[in-house]
């Protein structure tokens, strides 16, 4: 699994531009975010992204996977959506405080970000009016969110250790001597079994079709 500072610093990167997007693509004039790590058999969420809000109330306020919207959005792995959070009876409301009360938040979109298979984030629109988020928002807030992932795993993919170089893709040189050592240990070795085995290994190496019609243990 790929490590979760990593996934982390990625999103952390490309999510402050891509959130202005968010907002002006689906009309919300608050919206925020976060990256989520592994803690204990759970994910977390720590929100560090803000546009919009009233302060910093919101900044690092931790979500637990299934508890408020962002929670909820987690743990399905849909986004969801309120259109009064206060009231609303399918969540919990273990961040009213700060939702509610300081930033005075009504209708909020939480849209889960996935990076390889794992929710790795989570983006938020809301406005402060009681009014339903409609279906084009939460398209166009979906195409910000898999723009999210996208430039993420290029970053990752940037960054990841090289490949282990392989015998096949070793300098010709070095390849050459290999196959001539195999060549020269198949011809002293007295075990016609081992022998063959040895054999099958440097032909494939040596990129040589065998012999038309011929069996193994032949």
């Given at each position: 699994?790929?490590?979760?500072?990593?996934?982390?610093?990625?999103?952390?990167?490309?999510?402050?531009?891509?959130?202005?997007?968010?907002?002006?693509?689906?009309?919300?004039?608050?919206?925020?975010?976060?990256?989520?790590?592994?803690?204990?058999?759970?994910?977390?969420?720590?929100?560090?992204?803000?546009?919009?809000?009233?302060?910093?109330?919101?900044?690092?306020?931790?979500?637990?996977?299934?508890?408020?919207?962002?929670?909820?959005?987690?743990?399905?792995?849909?986004?969801?959506?309120?259109?009064?959070?206060?009231?609303?009876?399918?969540?919990?409301?273990?961040?009213?405080?700060?939702?509610?009360?300081?930033?005075?938040?009504?209708?909020?979109?939480?849209?889960?970000?996935?990076?390889?298979?794992?929710?790795r984030?989570?983006?938020?629109?809301?406005?402060?009016?009681?009014?339903?988020i409609?279906?084009?928002?939460?398209?166009?807030?979906?195409?910000?969110?898999?723009?999210?992932?996208?430039?993420?795993?290029?970053?990752?993919?940037?960054?990841?250790?090289?490949?282990?170089?392989?015998?096949?893709?070793?300098?010709?040189?070095?390849?050459?001597?290999?196959?001539?050592?195999?060549?020269?240990?198949?011809?002293?070795?007295?075990?016609?079994?081992?022998?063959?085995?040895?054999?099958?290994?440097?032909?494939?190496?040596?990129?040589?079709r065998?012999?038309?019609?011929?069996?193994?243990?032949?």
């Amino acid at each position: 699994m790929q490590d979760d500072d990593a996934v982390a610093r990625a999103l952390d990167r490309v999510m402050p531009r891509r959130l202005h997007e968010l907002s002006a693509t689906t009309g919300l004039p608050v919206v925020f975010g976060g990256t989520t790590r592994t803690v204990g058999d759970e994910q977390q969420l720590s929100i560090n992204q803000l546009i919009g809000t009233f302060g910093d109330s919101l900044r690092l306020l931790s979500v637990l996977t299934g508890r408020g919207l962002g929670g909820a959005a987690m743990a399905r792995r849909i986004p969801c959506r309120v259109s009064d959070y206060a009231s609303t009876p399918g969540i919990t409301h273990d961040y009213d405080h700060v939702v509610v009360e300081h930033e005075r938040l009504a209708s909020i979109l939480a849209y889960p970000i996935v990076v390889r298979g794992a929710v790795r984030g989570v983006m938020y629109g809301a406005m402060r009016e009681h009014r339903p988020i409609g279906d084009v928002a939460v398209r166009n807030a979906g195409i910000v969110a898999a723009t999210i992932a996208r430039d993420a795993t290029t970053l990752l993919d940037q960054h990841a250790p090289p490949a282990v170089a392989y015998p096949a893709a070793a300098d010709a040189g070095s390849r050459t001597d290999a196959l001539l050592e195999l060549a020269a240990l198949i011809e002293s070795t007295g075990d016609p079994e081992l022998r063959e085995r040895l054999r099958r290994i440097h032909t494939g190496l040596a990129g040589v079709r065998p012999t038309a019609g011929r069996t193994v243990g032949e």
